[in-house]
């Protein structure tokens, strides 16, 4: 049995085509995903220009907060005093992305809506906020003003978004979920080419297998665990690229990442085998059939688009349930951000399922075959 698998082994290491899907496509498009937007998080926005328009005498101390943002280290505002008129036309010529009225009462007025012209408008709700706590300590509590002044000028903001689980969040770790659910399905084709081994109306190599005097259970038992294999270690292969290589940040532990990976590739290399198995389709429709299977369910996993899973679990939640792509992708999620135990077992359940029922059907697809000659 292991020479078997060995040989088996050694015949689809040396066939391109049955690599290049599974394992070379992946790594190709993840390095993609990477220079795409795997550094989003990483980058700085731009300093925002914006006029100032003193009005009714001006305000000192509101200047004062907008000078104090432009003097900060990463220089979040760029301020220019100018007359309403100019202001009016910097404006309209987008050289400003906004214009502060300062004067008794203030305000802001923007040409368009967007990122600088949402920091703008932070920073005056948040020099308004301050300066109402101030007031209401001052009626109320005038011997706290000092501390509340000297509190209010350390503040640091500490907040980041998080899960429920404690682990921070990233927008574009589902396009990398997704990912690697798509490469484990792409092990459809090595199970194709396992399934079309071992029948003798397809292929001269699976003709001379079928009159050895090897057992025909042990053929196909070694046909699937060196499909199983060879197919595992290719999951391991992008999981090392793209945690040590790419560095992304794949929080959880190792043991529950490996084991979903290791039943996403059973059910990948098992439908190749089935769709290979059954009927009298050419060998063009049944690869058409597993990349349409496979594209399909890592769409609607997220792989073009990481709102397409809750899009599709507001509208049609019993899919992501029998998804092999969307429980993988989740899988991972409950691993590395959600920190969900009871979740991550109901989608390894339902993929162990998944995995005895097409192991199952494959067997026995491939074993009733007959031939009256070969």
Known sequence: MFRLIKYNILIKVRNFNTLFWPLVFPLLLGTLFYFSFGNMEEADFETVPVAVVETDGGNETFTEFLKSMKEADDKLIDIIEMTDTEALEALDNKEVSGIYYVGDTLS????????????????LESYENGKYTLEQVMSSHPEGMEAAVAQMGEYEEFVEQVSLGGKTTDGTAQFFYALIAMACLYGSFIGFGAAITLQANLTALAARRCITPTHKLKLIL???????VMHFLNVLILLVYLRYVLHLDFQGQLGPMLLVSLMGCIIGVSMGIFIGSIGKMSEGIKIAILLGVSMISSFLAGLMSNTMKDVVEQHAPFI?????ASLISDAFYCINVYDDPNRYMRNLVTLAGM???LIGASFCLIRRERYDSI
């Open 320 to 324: 992501n349930r029998i998804n092999p």
């Open 108 to 123: 802001l007025s923007v040409g368009s809506s967007g990122i600088s012209e949402s920091i703008l408008q932070s920073l």
């Open 222 to 228: 070694s046909e699937m665990l060196s499909s199983f």
């Open 355 to 357: 995995c005895i029922v």
